[in-house]
């Protein structure tokens, strides 16, 4: 039987696991962490727990179909609760916008805040639809292994104007900078900013409206439980708290995987669902590396980061949706602070996750559990979060008292917070990202981080740093898009990428 390591216990390395146990695998999971999940791990504090990260989950069908690989229904593991609305936006004036999956409620919606705007949300939807057709449909689970690969969609980029940015096509069709704010904010749930990313991702809109929001009953950890639950049962091997040091290569392969403990773990197949800039700069041999050499791939840009507080309280806040998008005074202001100037603003936009909205198991009567994050800079910015972090924090209850949760601060029974440097130390993310390589359309598809190591033959990523891109969607189709790209292992590595026949697929 062969052997499959996978590094990283996130959503990339569980479903490539899934994948790995379908094809016939022997697999091993190593994480650095005591616990599986990486940015979808379950913190919990003074009998509060708290999803860490992902809370919007989309596109479900990713995630029974890894249950159906295995011969499972993965409603015997999990249940998803439909969230409504999707999100409240709630702007600085003390007006909100709730963006809901029903056609007709959302028009009636935006009628309220601008008639002028439903013909234009109608073409907007139109065209978002079309780029879902051609970015999500086709592309989202194909690899990019070759230049030629980036030739083809180049007609289609043209013809659905996809050098524009998504603020920019936003505009085009809306008059309300209320509402181009509503349809432009969601790049953001995958470290891109509005006003440089590629209107590719308005995909993102049509995604959300097909198969709805959810959010699993228990927390988005409850799929990251059911998952290592499935492959436990499978035999899978899990080694926490030890890190992936070192990757013994010859003939450029991967034969070996060394941990920190002194563990030397034999592989034929290496699954990387670690950052791809850490790897290449720490983990292997130069002398290995043609082109992705550690001076090279530092260069890649890095998405923003994120300052996520955590709170319960001893009393509940009904009023309050799943998510709310917290506007502040600023959109476009802000957004150069983060990711152009990248200074500490001292404005802020904030999403806030009332998952007991939706779930009122998660808490006991009267107690209330939360997490607010804020878009920060990376850690090339050099801020000080030990000098930082506290004010910050201060300052984000102070606003969230004001503007929606009334004697919050009287009431919190517990609260702590994480910061770029969460990122970089305890998940080892170049520069504290929180999205991994930011999506820059120099970084997107052929020019992200290939699924397979152009330098490794048996070494293939998957996750946010690799096509398509971060955010649970894209991390399941990272997995899909690697699991494509194993059943060619044994062809010869070519040029900058994998001799990967797309004629043969079957689609
Ligand atoms: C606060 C927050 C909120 C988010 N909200 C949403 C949302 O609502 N919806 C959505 O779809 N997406 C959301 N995202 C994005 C989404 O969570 C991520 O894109 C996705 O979970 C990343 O998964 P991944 O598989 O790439 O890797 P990760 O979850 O980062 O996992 C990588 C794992 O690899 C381990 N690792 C790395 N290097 C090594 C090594 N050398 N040795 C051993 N282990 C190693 C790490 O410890 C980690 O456990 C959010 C992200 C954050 C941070």
Same mark, same amino acid.
């Given at each position: ?5 996978? !590094? ?20 091993? /999971? ?32 990713? !995630?029974?179909? @890894? ?41 009636? $919606? ?12 109608? *073409? ?29 969609? /180049? ?6 104007? $996809? ?11 809306? *008059? ?16 891109? $900013? ?18 709805? &929001? ?68 720490? @983990? ?8 992705? %050499? ?6 890649? *840009? ?29 959109? %476009?202001?802000?957004?150069?602070? !983060?990711?152009? %100037? ?33 878009? &920060?800079? $990376?850690? *090339?910015?050099?801020?000080?979060? +030990? ?17 929606? /949760? ?33 999506? @820059?359309?120099?970084? +997107? ?29 894209? &991390? ?32």
């Amino acid at each position: 039987m062969s052997k499959a390591v996978v !590094i990283g216990t996130g959503f990339g390395g569980l479903s490539s696991a899934v994948r790995l146990v379908a094809k016939g695998y022997d697999v091993t /999971m190593v994480d650095k962490n005591n616990d599986p999940g990486g940015r979808a791990r379950r913190f919990t504090r003074d009998g509060f727990s708290f999803d860490a990260g992902p809370t919007v989950i989309t596109a479900p069908y990713l !995630i029974e179909e @890894l249950f159906a690989l295995l011969g499972e229904d993965m409603k015997e593991y999990l249940e998803l609760l439909p969230v409504d609305p999707f999100y409240r936006v709630a702007f600085d004036d003390q007006t909100h916008f709730d963006y809901v999956g029903d056609r007709d409620r959302l028009l009636e $919606n935006i009628k309220q805040l601008e008639p002028k705007d439903v013909e234009g949300y109608e *073409k907007f939807y139109k065209h978002a639809c079309e780029i879902f057709d051609i970015g999500y449909t086709r592309l989202a689970d194909y690899p990019f292994s070759s230049w030629k690969d980036m030739v083809k969609i /180049m007609p289609d980029f043209m013809r659905l104007q $996809n050098y524009k940015t998504v603020y920019g096509l936003a505009s085009k069709y809306f *008059k309300s900078e209320k509402l181009r704010q509503v349809f432009s904010f969601q790049p953001l749930l995958v470290g891109g $900013n509005p006003f440089t990313i590629t209107s590719i991702y308005l995909l993102i809109h049509p995604l959300e409206r097909k198969w709805g &929001v959810h959010f699993p009953k228990g927390g988005t950890y409850s799929i990251v439980e059911a998952l290592v639950k499935l492959l436990k049962k499978r035999g899978v091997e899990f080694i926490y708290g030890d890190e992936v040091s070192r990757l013994e290569v010859s003939n450029k392969k991967i034969h070996t995987v060394q941990t920190l403990s002194g563990k030397s773990i034999p592989a034929d197949v290496v699954v990387n669902n670690g950052d791809p800039t850490y790897t290449y700069t720490n @983990l292997i041999d130069k002398k290995h590396l043609m082109y992705n %050499k550690p001076w090279l791939v530092k260069k890649m *840009k890095q998405s923003m980061s994120l300052f996520v507080a955590y709170f319960g309280t001893n009393r509940e806040y009904k009023d309050l949706k799943q998510h709310t998008i917290v506007l502040g005074p600023r959109y %476009k202001g802000l957004l150069d602070d !983060i990711f152009k %100037k990248q200074v500490l603003a001292k404005d802020f936009s904030l999403y806030l996750h009332a998952s007991k909205r939706t779930d009122e198991n998660l808490y006991p009567d009267g107690k209330d559990g939360f997490y607010v994050l804020s878009p &920060v800079p $990376n850690n *090339k910015s050099g801020i000080d979060w +030990s000098k930082e972090g506290e004010g910050y924090f201060q300052r984000i209850l102070e606003s969230l008292e004001g503007r929606m /949760m009334p004697g919050l601060r009287d009431s919190l029974e517990t609260s702590f917070y994480i910061t770029p440097d969460y990122f970089k130390n305890q998940l080892l993310s170049t520069d504290g990202a929180a999205f991994g390589i930011e999506p @820059l359309f120099r970084q +997107s598809a052929y020019f992200r981080y290939h699924n397979q190591s152009s330098d490794i033959s048996n070494m293939f990523f998957v996750g946010a740093n690799t096509h398509p891109g971060a955010g649970i969607p894209g &991390v399941l189709n990272s997995a899909k898009v690697t699991d494509r790209l194993i059943n060619n292992i044994k062809r010869p590595v070519r040029s900058h990428g994998t001799q990967y026949d797309a004629s043969q697929e079957q689609r």
